[in-house]
DNA sequence: TTGCAGGGGTCAA
DNA sequence: TTGACCCCTGCA
């Protein structure tokens, strides 16, 4: 049967997309921008998202979800993996000049994933001023700590913890999470997104500008936390991430200097217009995984 | 074995 | 603009 021009076929378990394009698991996973995946080979991942676990294999242009149903599909993982998008378009209006066609053709198959905007938020300011093992670590032991279990295949996972779990949490037990200096933070913006601090519909309709500006109102979040946030919760898809790869790779491709991470950003904006937050994961992943 | 340097965003001074 | 924050890794 199709769903929305998608071949999808019911299997034991789950369900199977058949000639799926643009779509390469360890892509999307190992480009940054999730961290509850663990890998079982180069095609087969399993992971945590939307309360509920998967495994996946992508093979060619089918891909196969174990443990969910046709309805979950059409509710959650069509949007998660953002399979509305026609991502040819996407190369096609990022692709201009030689290094990003090489950094393209490097990350082929990766998609922006629509991920759950709370847990996007905590686990990038978790991710300020640390490696992608320690965040996964942090994660991983708040979501024991404060989220829900789930048994799959008999081993224990757990839901990430929703913000009245972190609101009602002392720092001192997400401090237990190896949390840090950022514990404050996580409890913090749990309470101010409680308190319906900032407006997430207007994140998506307002200049960008305004939007960063709401969202930086929370602990924690500065402007590389608020450009991720957005980006990878589907918000916005004209911001451009800068961290200290990025930086560097757009200094060595571009720039040609040494400069700041403001004029990065913008010179990226102003280079890729408005689908740069995809630019910027191929050059991203491009960088990390080739150590420029 | 221990200890020290380095990596990495945000906040407050 | 600069130093402090936390915790891990890598290397003497």
């Not at 190896?178 to 997430?200: E, H, L």
């Amino acid at each position: 049967m199709f769903y929305k021009g998608i071949e999808v076929e019911k299997i034991k378990n789950g369900i199977r997309l058949l000639d799926l394009k643009d779509f390469n698991i360890k892509h999307i996973l190992e480009c940054g921008q999730a961290f509850r995946w663990e890998k079982i080979n180069d095609d087969k991942y399993k992971i945590v998202a939307f309360n509920r676990v998967l495994n996946i294999e992508s093979k060619k242009n089918i891909l196969t979800i174990k443990n969910t149903t046709y309805e979950d599909f059409k509710n959650i993982w069509y949007d998660y993996f953002d399979l509305s998008r026609d991502y040819e378009h996407i190369k096609s209006k990022v692709n201009i000049d030689e290094n990003i066609d090489k950094a393209i053709t490097f990350g082929d198959g990766i998609r922006i994933i629509k991920q759950d905007f709370w847990e996007v938020l905590i686990s990038f300011i978790i991710s300020s001023n640390n490696r992608i093992p320690m965040i996964m670590t942090v994660i991983d032991n708040l979501s024991k700590r404060f989220g829900k279990k789930i048994i799959f295949e008999n081993i224990e996972h757990y839901t990430f913890p929703t913000y009245f779990d972190l609101k009602c949490a002392e720092i001192s037990d997400i401090e237990k999470c190896k949390a840090g200096y950022r514990s404050k933070y996580i409890k913090n913006t749990a309470v101010k997104i409680g308190d319906n601090i900032i407006d997430m519909e207007k994140l998506v309709d307002i200049d960008e500008t305004e939007a960063i500006k709401e969202i930086r109102k929370l602990d924690g979040v500065g402007p590389k936390v608020a450009d991720c946030v957005l980006l990878f919760s589907g918000k916005r898809y004209d911001v451009f991430p800068v961290d200290i790869w990025i930086k560097r790779v757009m200094e060595i491709l571009y720039i040609k200097k040494e400069t700041s991470l403001v004029y990065v950003r913008d010179f990226a904006k102003e280079y890729f217009g408005k689908y740069a937050g995809f630019a910027q994961q191929y050059l991203f992943y491009y960088a990390r995984e080739n150590r420029i």
